[in-house]
C-alpha cells in the first residue's frame, strides 16, 4: 500500500515568514497526526484529526500554528510567522480507526517529515 | 497524565551482540498499546514492534522482542544479533483509546550506534 506522503522534504525560511507543509495519509485511514521533532528530542504531538474534525490541539501554539484537513482526506499545517525555534522537523502520520472495540488495534504510520530550518 | 521515560539517550553494541533498551510508562489506564519505533537517519519512522496491554504474552518480531512487565510499567526492547542497520534512534510509544480516538505519546528515544 502507499504510505503516507509530505510535501515539501526542505524548507528553508526567514523569521517571520510564513511556511505551509502538506501531508496525505494513507487512503481510509481516520486519524491523522501532526508532529513536530526538534533534533534529539522525540515527537511532540502538536494537532491530531479525527476524519476532519480536531481532537487534540493542546500542544498547538495557536498565535501562529494553523491545520486543516479538508474532506478528512489531505491535510496542511502552516506556520505565520516563523520564529528560530520553529527549526525542527515536522512528521504526518495516519492510523486506521478501529472503533471502540479497537479493531485493528491502532498503528500509526508516518511519513518522511518535512525538515524545516528558520534563519 | 500519561508519560514515557526512555532514560538512557544513547548506547552502544558490538556487532552480532544482544542490546536492551528500557521504557517505562505511567497511566492509569487498563487498555492501551505500546510501541518500539526506529527512526534511521532518513528519519521515517519505522514500526518494530507492538504489544497490547491486555496480553500477558511477550510480543516478538524476529531479532527484536520485548519484555512487557505490566504491574511494573515497564517496556524493554531486545535487539538480537546486532546488525549495522539497527543504528538509529528508537521510541518508546504509548497508545491509549480516548471516547472516539487513539492517542498516542512518545519517549524522549534513546539513540543506539551498532559498532563493527
Known amino acids: 500500500e502507499a504510505g503516507v506522503a509530505q510535501s515539501p522534504r526542505y524548507k528553508i525560511i526567514e523569521k517571520r515568514q510564513s511556511v505551509a507543509f502538506w501531508c496525505n495519509p494513507i487512503?481510509?485511514?481516520?486519524?491523522l497526526y501532526w508532529y513536530q521533532q526538534i533534533l534529539g528530542q522525540g515527537p511532540k504531538l502538536l494537532i491530531q484529526?479525527?476524519?476532519?474534525?480536531?481532537?487534540?490541539d493542546s500542544q498547538l501554539p495557536k498565535d501562529r500554528f494553523s491545520a486543516e484537513r479538508l474532506k478528512g482526506v489531505d491535510s496542511t499545517l502552516k506556520i505565520q510567522p516563523a520564529k528560530l525555534e520553529d527549526s525542527a522537523v515536522y512528521l504526518c502520520?495516519?492510523?486506521?480507526?478501529?472503533?471502540?472495540?479497537?479493531?485493528?488495534?491502532?498503528?500509526?504510520?508516518f511519513g518522511q517529515g518535512t525538515r524545516l530550518t528558520v534563519v | 497524565a500519561q508519560t514515557v521515560t526512555q532514560s538512557q539517550p544513547e548506547m552502544s553494541v558490538q556487532e552480532a551482540e544482544t542490546v536492551t533498551l528500557s521504557c517505562t510508562y505511567d497511566?492509569?489506564?487498563?487498555?492501551?498499546?505500546l510501541f518500539w519505533y526506529k527512526q534511521p537517519p532518513s528519519r521515517q519512522m519505522i514500526l518494530v514492534i507492538r504489544?497490547?496491554?491486555?496480553?500477558?504474552q511477550n510480543a516478538t518480531e524476529n531479532r527484536f522482542s520485548v519484555n512487557f512487565q505490566k504491574a511494573a510499567k515497564s517496556f524493554s526492547l531486545k535487539i538480537s544479533d546486532s546488525q549495522l542497520g539497527d543504528t538509529a534512534m528508537y521510541f518508546c510509544?504509548?497508545?491509549?483509546?480516548?471516547?472516539?480516538?487513539?492517542?498516542?505519546?512518545f519517549g524522549p528515544g534513546t539513540s543506539l550506534s551498532v559498532i563493527p
Open positions: 504489544q497490547e496491554a491486555y496480553k500477558q
Open positions: 510509544a504509548f497508545m491509549f483509546p480516548q471516547t472516539s480516538y487513539d492517542k498516542v505519546i
Open positions: 497511566t492509569s489506564e487498563s487498555n492501551y498499546y
Open positions: 502520520a495516519s492510523s486506521p480507526w478501529g472503533g471502540p472495540d479497537r479493531v485493528p488495534p491502532g498503528k500509526a504510520f
Open positions: 487512503s481510509g485511514h481516520a486519524t
Open positions: 484529526f479525527q476524519n476532519n474534525g480536531v481532537v487534540d
